[in-house]
């Protein structure tokens, strides 16, 4: 771990945003269904929207929760292992893969963010690199997660933490730029 997410291979798009016809009409798609079903299922039953997700595309293991009010990008990019949650307002971000494991959690509003464009170039393309969110990790309210971060197993991102590069297994981290500041457990046999 350690590395940041510009020392890992980026996917550049092609010009405008180098998505293909496929992509952009899958994405139609998505969207109809979110905006006119998805999002009116009552937050008790997860099982509707994983199927709907899954019908997207999306690897989804096991019990995991997706609240209403997520909005995810791109259900084929989204994989996420048993117990594993997308809290209500998250936005996904998902033009890379986005990974959750078993038990990891994203509250409210949290913004998982595997896109950007391409600063150093004049046409600005877009760049993708995916997240990955390991088993038993925690990311707060309102946190930003950057492209190719991952965060360790059973982590803890604060609220409001901007997570630009990778965070440790087992630690606390928080901040603007986010960094680990004590270990979670109290108790290191856990």
């Known amino acids: 771990m350690g590395s940041s997410h510009r020392a890992r291979r980026r996917e550049h798009h092609g010009g405008g945003d180098g998505l293909s016809f496929g992509n952009k009409l899958a994405r139609t798609a998505w969207a109809f269904v979110y905006h006119t079903i998805f999002r009116w299922i009552p937050p008790p039953l997860h099982g509707v929207r994983r199927a709907i997700l899954r019908a997207f595309g999306a690897r989804l293991r096991g019990d995991c929760h997706i609240y209403p009010r997520v909005h995810i990008w791109a259900p084929w990019n989204l994989r996420m292992d048993d117990g594993a949650c997308l809290g209500p307002g998250v936005i996904c971000y998902n033009v890379a893969m986005v990974s959750l494991g078993r038990n990891a959690r994203v509250s409210q509003y949290a913004h998982l963010c595997a896109a950007s464009h391409d600063h150093e170039v004049r046409?600005?393309?877009?760049?993708?690199?995916?997240?990955?969110?390991?088993?038993?990790?925690?990311?707060?309210?309102?946190?930003?997660?950057?492209?190719?971060?991952?965060?360790?197993?059973?982590?803890?991102?604060?609220?409001?933490?901007?997570?630009?590069?990778?965070?440790?297994?087992?630690m606390v981290c928080?901040?603007?730029?986010?960094?680990?500041?004590?270990?979670?457990?109290?108790?290191?046999?856990r």
């Open 123 to 170: 046409s600005m393309p877009l760049i993708s690199a995916p997240i990955t969110i390991g088993p038993g990790a925690w990311v707060c309210a309102e946190a930003f997660v950057a492209m190719g971060v991952t965060i360790g197993r059973d982590a803890v991102i604060g609220a409001r933490a901007v997570v630009t590069k990778d965070m440790p297994a087992g």
């Open 174 to 189: 928080h901040g603007f730029p986010c960094r680990p500041v004590r270990p979670r457990w109290k108790d290191a046999s």
